[in-house]
């Protein structure tokens, strides 16, 4: 170690050998002396500003190359997040756009379901309305039963009697409303993906399109049939149904609309056939209810309830008193003493006292031009102007005017024409006793 040393202290002494530094001056000559020492002690002070400097310097040159790589780095993560940030800005537009998508087409699907549903629900509860008041002219009717009081044996007799068979079926309006509801546009044709949710909400609504327009095609075809039965019934006792029903000023029923506009385009072409035959089905029910209003003035029943016996029939026949023949404009029913004469349909006591021929007589104005009238009565029990209904009391059976014993005289006019009144019976009778 002292060797090194030893070693190191000569090396030195020969670089740093004492050294003087002359300066002159105005003709005077100054000198400085220099030890190893001194020059030893200044080396190291300059060799450590020089180290100073070169270190400031790396260190300058560094520091602003990791300065110029941590802005590189946080530009990097500025983009990275920035689109990150726009991928999910992206991916939430994409998700509200389809939210919007579904929702606009939902809430157009169920606007159009809902208005189905409406017309439907109108439609139901006006022919079941309809049908009400036809079963409870049927309870009616059945009180009174045949001319003599029989039940029928067999149901829609008439309808079977007189409508003409047609040579070649015609094909079912539920079959014909199978193929249409089947034909709800296809839902594959959606895009994106929106595309399943769509089609399965299309799929509900073409199912349940397909139920209505079986209701639809189901309720035009039974209104359709009860119209024609009824339309049937008024022809065989000799009364068109045109007569009796308001005819429609155009015949073309689609042409016959009005009101706002309400946009059905979410159905398409689904929808436009459906009220299409929505329509149709609501002609239908529309007329049949136009007939059946009619159908409540037309005496189809019995004027008696009781048991009786038919004793005279309409037409040409051998008078009971002097035994000429001569016309009889109505029918005659034999039953006990008093039994009670009652109104054969609705209507208004057109008059109520004694005539001629007939002795104490009742008559009912009906409208539509019909007039029922009931002779021969023992006793009156209304009043003129008086309403009625069916199987109202208007009289006590007797003899009286021109008449061979306790019976009541029956009459049916249709304007002013007397008609059978055992036709209107039957068909009262077979119709609705069905």
């Given amino acids: 170690m002292s060797r ?17 530094i002359y300066h002159r001056s105005d003709g005077v000559v100054h000198f400085i002396s220099m030890s190893s020492k001194t020059q030893i002690a200044l080396a190291v002070i300059v060799g450590g500003a020089l180290l100073w400097v070169a270190y400031a310097s790396v260190n300058v040159v560094f520091k602003e190359q990791i300065i110029v790589a941590k802005d590189r780095d946080s530009r990097i993560m500025e983009t990275t997040y920035s689109k990150r940030l726009h991928d999910a800005q992206r991916a939430y537009d994409d998700v509200s756009e389809l939210n919007q998508i579904i929702k606009q087409n939902f809430d157009e699907t169920l606007s159009d379901i809902s208005a189905r549903h409406q ?3 109108n439609m139901v509860e006006r022919k079941a309305a309809i049908d009400e008041g036809l079963n409870a002219l049927a309870n009616g009717l059945s009180e009174a039963g045949g001319p003599n009081g029989q039940r029928p044996t067999n149901g829609n007799r008439v309808m079977i009697d007189v409508a003409p068979g047609e040579p070649t079926p015609r094909q079912s309006r539920m079959s014909a409303a199978r193929k249409l509801g089947a034909a709800e546009p296809d839902s594959s044709k959606a895009n994106g993906t929106a595309s399943e949710a769509i089609r399965a909400m299309n799929h509900a609504a073409a199912d349940l399109h397909a139920e209505q327009m079986m209701l639809v095609a189901a309720l035009e075809e039974k209104a359709t049939a009860q119209r024609e039965s009824l339309t049937l019934l008024l022809s065989s006792v000799g009364v068109p149904a045109e ?10 029923t689609m042409l016959a609309q009005g ?29 049949l209810a136009a007939i059946y209003k009619a159908l409540q003035n037309v005496p189809l029943s019995s004027p008696l309830v009781v ?17 000429k023949y001569s016309r009889h404009n109505g029918i005659d029913f034999a039953a006990p003493w008093a039994s ?27 409208g539509n031009g019909f007039i029922t009238r009931y002779a021969h009565l023992n006793r009156i029990s209304v009043k003129s102007g ?4 069916l199987h109202d009391k208007v009289g006590e059976l007797g003899s009286s005017g021109r008449s061979t014993g306790p019976h ?5 006019l249709y304007k002013g024409k007397p008609l059978n009144p055992r036709r209107f019976i039957e068909a009262g009778r077979y119709v609705f006793e069905s």
């Fill in 408 to 412: 009541v005289h029956y009459e049916v």
């Fill in 259 to 287: 009101g706002p506009f309400i946009d059905i385009a979410a159905g398409g072409e689904a929808a436009a056939i459906f009220y299409e035959h929505a329509n149709r089905a609501a002609a239908a029910v529309d007329d």
């Fill in 340 to 366: 009670p004469v009652t109104a054969t349909a609705d209507g208004v006591i057109h008059f109520a006292g004694t005539r001629s021929g007939f002795g104490r007589v009742v008559e009912i104005n009906h």
């Fill in 119 to 121: 017309l439907l629900q």
């Fill in 386 to 389: 008086q309403k009625v209904s």
């Fill in 243 to 252: 007569s009796l029903v308001t005819p429609a000023k155009i015949s073309n």
């Fill in 307 to 323: 048991g009786r016996r038919f004793t005279s029939g309409f037409g040409i026949r051998r008078d009971p008193i002097n035994g």
């Fill in 4 to 20: 090194r040393s030893g070693k190191m202290r000569r090396v030195l002494s020969r670089i740093f050998k004492e050294r003087q």
